[in-house]
């Protein structure tokens, strides 16, 4: 699928994915820092991707991960800081909310500051949640 808007694209096709800004972007983050290149590149292999363009220069992303039936995950969610404030942010989040892999019953998405964008898309908290993290023995 592909959405336009202006100058800018969003695609779900991973053919002309800038893999460096990927990790560089994820490691600038506070969910992602210090996730090895490996592990992002499996995770991208295994996911639906959605990827921002301005003039076929990559400058946004998000990962979905689905059974395209009773749960879908929306992470790794950012724009370049160069774009932010153009309302790109809102723009991934309308496309991964209008996929094919989101039209689940469940979604999840977690943040620790973007509460107020996600709403807007019908998220609410949630307090049921436990995670693991775990990077050794992966590969």
Same mark, same amino acid.
Not at 49 to 73: E, H, M, P, Y
């Given at each position: $699928?592909?959405?336009?808007? @202006?100058?800018? #694209? #969003?695609? @779900?096709?991973?053919?002309? #994915?800038? #893999?460096?800004?990927?990790?560089?972007?994820?490691? &600038? =983050?506070?969910? /992602?820092?210090?996730?090895?290149? &490996?592990?992002i &590149?499996? !995770?991208? %292999?295994?996911?639906?991707?959605?990827?921002?363009?301005? @003039? %076929?220069? &990559?400058?946004? *992303? =998000?990962?979905?991960?689905?059974?395209?039936?009773?749960? !879908?995950?929306?992470?790794?969610? *950012? +724009?370049?800081?160069?774009?932010?404030? %153009?309302?790109?942010?809102?723009?991934?989040?309308?496309? /991964? =909310?209008?996929?094919?892999?989101?039209? +689940?019953? =469940?979604?999840?998405?977690?943040?620790? @500051? !973007?509460?107020?964008?996600?709403?807007?898309?019908?998220? +609410?908290? !949630?307090e049921? $949640? $436990?995670?693991k993290?775990?990077?050794?023995?992966? *590969?």
């Amino acid at each position: $699928m592909e959405w336009k808007k @202006d100058n800018y #694209i #969003i695609t @779900d096709s991973k053919d002309n #994915i800038d #893999i460096e800004f990927i990790v560089n972007s994820l490691n &600038q =983050t506070y969910w /992602a820092e210090g996730r090895p290149k &490996q592990l992002i &590149q499996n !995770a991208i %292999n295994n996911s639906i991707l959605l990827s921002l363009f301005c @003039d %076929n220069k &990559q400058i946004g *992303f =998000t990962r979905i991960v689905s059974d395209f039936s009773c749960f !879908a995950w929306i992470c790794d969610v *950012f +724009v370049d800081k160069k774009y932010r404030g %153009n309302g790109l942010g809102k723009f991934l989040m309308e496309c /991964a =909310t209008s996929h094919s892999s989101t039209k +689940v019953r =469940t979604i999840l998405l977690g943040t620790k @500051d !973007a509460h107020g964008l996600y709403e807007k898309y019908g998220f +609410v908290k !949630a307090e049921m $949640m $436990m995670k693991k993290i775990e990077y050794e023995n992966l *590969f």
